[in-house]
């Protein structure tokens, strides 16, 4: 362009028409969504390539780790208490220790998980935890069976870290589930061994050549098939399939709420386990 001539106007608006677009692409890549804190989405980032691989894009979970989206356990984390976990990891649990990220990036990913937690499906918890217990140990029965920071039954499993990889809605899924078809470990027998002894319980393994039985009082027998005189098998599981009729809506509000808030709520808990584990 010579000096002096005018920058031709048609040219001007075809400039305007290319460049604005890309302009407002620009801002909106740059500004967070609406309701979104601004520090959330640079934890969004963080989080995807740190934290997703075990504990999913939307935080609930994998084979590998936790759901912290929806657990009552991790909810009731102190920002400073996670971001204390983000820093320095859980060894015992297979948690790394994220060091490299500096403190404004440990806040970001803690907002971010927030709003993750906000987004999710657990809901405000309802019911009573101590009427809850009360059910746990009396009226459900659940105690003869599952235990609970080290008190309540053998046979069924510890339910002191269920909370820490289901939602309420989950945990309500599982008491009131109808059918039941016992797993691997769980399945009910009754055994007469030669001597006329009579055993029930769980067998928790079983070979061509013997048969490991726990009863109740939380004792394991190992018989060899030679001394068993008939193994009844049981059908279905030990765990009741009529809660829905045995306990009231507030009554099972006041078990789950009882359940999702079991003691010791600041001890890191364990990793995910398959469901079949709790059944």
């Known amino acids: 362009m010579h000096p002096g001539r005018s920058f031709p106007h048609h040219l001007f608006v075809v400039l305007l028409i290319l460049l604005v677009p890309q302009l407002c692409l620009s801002q909106a890549k740059q500004s967070p969504p609406a309701g979104q804190p601004k520090n959330a989405v640079a934890g969004r980032s963080t989080f995807n390539s740190t934290c997703a691989a075990c504990h999913g894009l939307d935080g609930r979970g994998s084979d590998k780790?936790?759901?912290?989206?929806?657990?009552?356990?991790?909810?009731?984390?102190?920002?400073?208490?996670?971001?204390r976990i983000i820093s320095n990891g859980i060894p015992d649990v297979g948690m790394p220790a994220f060091r490299t990220l500096g403190p404004d990036q440990v806040r970001a990913v803690v907002e971010y998980l927030r709003s993750l937690q906000v987004k999710s499906d657990a809901g405000v918890l309802t019911g009573d935890a101590k009427r809850g217990q009360e059910i746990f140990f009396g009226k459900g029965e659940c105690g003869s069976c599952h235990s609970i920071a080290g008190e309540g039954g053998f046979l069924g499993p510890d339910l002191t870290d269920y909370a820490a990889t289901n939602s309420s809605d989950g945990l309500r899924d599982e008491i009131i589930r109808s059918p039941r078809v016992p797993s691997h470990g769980f399945r009910p027998a009754l055994v007469t061994t030669t001597r006329g002894e009579r055993l029930e319980g769980l067998i928790r393994n079983e070979d061509n050549f013997s048969i490991q039985l726990q009863t109740a009082d939380g004792n394991f027998h190992l018989l060899r098939k030679s001394?068993?005189?008939?193994?009844?098998h049981r059908d279905g599981s030990l765990m009741p399939a009529n809660y829905r009729e045995r306990l009231s809506n507030a009554e099972l509000d006041d078990l789950i709420n009882y359940l999702m808030k079991t003691p010791n709520p600041g001890r890191p808990a364990a990793p995910a386990k398959n469901k079949d584990d709790y059944e």
């Not at 001394?227 to 009844?232: A, I, L, T």
Request: aromatic share 4%; charged share 25%.
């Open 65 to 83: 780790a936790l759901n912290i989206a929806t657990s009552a356990r991790v909810r009731g984390f102190s920002d400073s208490e996670l971001a």
């Open 227 to 232: 001394d068993v005189q008939s193994c009844e």
